[in-house]
């Protein structure tokens, strides 16, 4: 265990910014982030309403809370390059440390952090951390090609290796049945993990060209993912192996990244190739798009985004330094 970082709180009002065309009743608010190009990214909400981010090019993990604006920075050791966190019920959190070849947990009551290290030296980049709700979190290794799962009362870590060299695993989410669904970003492919016998499959998009990069499932269990490459939303169903493919918005143009999905199983992802991005939402059940918000501040890309069914909100960090809000209708 390292010594706890140093925490410091600060206060920022909204940033006065352009309004944003609103379709379909989306509002987006951006505040700025006060650690200059930090690269804000990846948030996840804290049991307390609080919203907890990591700041990649900083070393930093920190908090905001959203009634009083206020900002709390938890230094990490430099080179720790954080990429991604998410938030137990106990509030707890848990980072990647993507540069370090480790997860850590922070308390934020007393600042302290354990680092969690890697069992390979070939996985020295853990990527996208998600709960299974089973006492694991799962996550991707990029660069590594692994799939891992950590265990959270042990620390224990097992690692699935992807055997396609550059398959680089990316986006990841979890099922109604604890199993894991990754995306495959250096390929057309997704991929899943039994949790009992640690078997990897993976699953072939249509186009070879694809390049999948974000991943959610909705209440059917349909798998559904977004094509960074191509420009297209796409639905996998594991029941019958069946795969229907939409251009987004912006066709080939898109670059879709960040996504999630509701509790009304509406898909939102950002499209990243326009300036500014674009905030766009997808009707599971009608299989229309439903709004195209422009970002305030341009967005510059959109990576991870998080839902909030309490709020009906969904928070996202973006390349220009912002901490945005999304309401949804």
Do not use: C
Request: avoid cysteine.
């Amino acid at each position: 265990m390292r010594p706890g970082p140093l925490a410091i709180a600060l206060t920022l009002g909204i940033l006065p910014l352009p309004a944003a065309k609103q379709t379909a009743g989306v509002a987006i608010t951006e505040w700025l982030v006060p650690w200059p190009d930090s690269r804000p990214r990846d948030p996840s909400i804290a049991p307390d309403g609080a919203v907890w981010f990591v700041g990649q090019r900083a070393d930093y993990v920190a908090r905001f809370d959203p009634a009083t604006e206020a900002f709390t920075r938890f230094d990490l050791a430099p080179g720790t390059g954080p990429h991604n966190l998410i938030v137990g019920g106990d509030g707890q959190v848990w980072y990647a440390g993507n540069r370090a070849a480790h997860i850590g947990r922070l308390d934020p009551a007393t600042g302290s952090i354990i680092e969690y290290p890697m069992p390979d030296p070939a996985a020295g980049d853990p990527h996208t951390l998600v709960f299974d709700g089973q006492g694991h979190i799962w996550f991707t290794v990029q660069k590594g090609n692994f799939i891992g799962r950590l265990t959270m009362a042990t620390g224990e870590v097992d690692l699935v290796l992807v055997p396609a060299r550059l398959a680089r695993p990316y986006g990841i989410v979890i099922d109604a049945d604890g199993r894991p669904w990754a995306t495959l970003f250096g390929s057309n492919k997704i991929a899943t993990v039994d949790p009992s016998t640690m078997t990897l499959r993976q699953i072939e998009t249509p186009n070879a060209a694809s390049r999948i990069r974000r991943i959610v499932v909705t209440s059917d269990g349909a798998v559904w993912y977004v094509d960074y490459q191509q420009g297209a939303l796409g639905r996998y169903d594991p029941a019958t192996g069946d795969i229907r493919e939409w251009p987004a918005p912006s066709a080939g143009g898109s670059r879709p990244y960040g996504m999630v999905v509701d509790d009304q199983d509406r898909i939102w992802f950002v499209e990243t190739g326009p300036s500014p991005n674009r905030f766009v939402g997808f009707d599971t059940v009608s299989e229309t798009f439903v709004a195209e918000t422009a970002i305030p501040s341009g967005g510059g890309s959109v990576r991870h985004m998080v839902y909030h069914p309490a709020t009906q909100s969904v928070w996202f960090g973006t390349d220009t330094n912002m901490l945005g809000r999304a309401l949804l209708p």
